[in-house]
């Protein structure tokens, strides 16, 4: 069993040098690692249109998805190798958005959808009102031009005492 694993891993490389070195060994091993990662990177495409997903004839299901966070959906989906169309209802305002992907990718869908919310979710939580925004950037504001008056008069106070002496 030891054996069967050790030869799955085998890999060779074949040298046209007079001298094998640690460097050219190095390079060749690099110039592999490139070639395999590039190599799975190309075997999935993520998005794709509706009707190359259709092509399989497998069942396909859809989600709805809010303007907003479609880009984010993309970064996530990536992670998860998922195939998936995106289509706009523009008769809405604002616009939804439908995500169809195949039946069997369905456990990969619903954790990247876990994944997505609970990180669209905190984004929403974090923002503030732009009113809120805007009063807590006035009250910043006057607290810098008291700090700075402070300064200017404490300034004027030491001359107007080193001209006194």
């Not at 070195?21 to 999935?44: C, D, F, P, W």
Request: aromatic share 8%.
């Amino acid at each position: 069993m030891v054996q069967d694993q050790v030869s799955e891993q085998f890999v060779g490389f074949i040298f046209k040098e007079v001298k094998l070195s640690g460097r050219i060994l190095a390079r060749a091993m690099r110039a592999y690692h490139r070639t395999k990662n590039n190599v799975q990177k190309h075997e999935k495409p993520r998005k794709q249109s509706l009707k190359s997903l259709i092509k399989d004839g497998s069942k396909i299901e859809s989600v709805e998805l809010s303007d907003s966070g479609i880009n984010d959906f993309d970064s996530i989906a990536k992670k998860y190798c998922l195939r998936y169309a995106v289509k706009a209802d523009k008769t809405t305002n604002p616009p939804t958005h439908y995500v169809f992907f195949k039946s069997r990718d369905a456990d990969n869908m619903t954790a990247a959808f876990s994944e997505y919310s609970r990180k669209h979710l905190t984004n929403l939580e974090k923002r503030q009102p732009l009113e809120e925004q805007i009063q807590k950037a006035k009250t910043q504001a006057q607290k810098h031009n008291e700090k700075i008056s402070e300064r200017k008069a404490n300034k004027t106070k030491k001359r107007a005492n080193y001209t006194n002496r």
